[in-house]
């Protein structure tokens, strides 16, 4: 009998704290209607550089083709293989405006 009455009495206990779980969540939940508030201060800022996985939704082709795109783009500007490149010397090497890449850009992030 004393077992049942301690196992009954664990489960009781077990069943208080699991009551107070719900007030940490509702601190959770301020934290998160922070981190929108800064998601779209993030997206008014424009992007100034290109990178590889953006020249495959752009382009359509493969990330290695658009890696050694990117690289002749660097090798004929000048530039080390570290270095970034512009959406608009990209735009300039590959014929296209520089309004349709921008614009093509802020389509493929929001999906």
């Known amino acids: 009998?004393?077992?049942k009455k301690r196992i009954a009495a664990k489960r009781t206990v077990l069943v208080k704290k699991?009551?107070?779980a719900p007030k940490k969540k509702a601190a959770g939940k301020k934290k998160k209607t922070a981190k929108k508030?800064?998601?779209t201060s993030?997206?008014?800022t424009q992007r100034l550089v290109i990178h590889t996985n953006d020249i495959t939704k752009i382009l359509g082709i493969n990330i290695r083709t658009a890696q050694r795109l990117l690289q002749s783009i660097r090798e004929s500007l000048g530039r080390k293989k570290k270095d970034y490149v512009s959406?608009?010397?990209f735009a300039d090497f590959v014929h296209l405006s520089e309004e349709?890449?921008?614009q093509n850009l802020s389509e493929t992030s929001l999906n």
Do not use: G, T, Y
Request: glycine fraction near 0%; avoid cysteine; charged fraction near 40%.
């Open 1 to 3: 009998m004393a077992k």
């Open 18 to 20: 699991k009551a107070a």
């Open 37 to 39: 508030s800064l998601a």
């Open 42 to 44: 993030r997206s008014l």
């Open 87 to 89: 959406i608009r010397e």
């Open 100 to 102: 349709e890449v921008k």
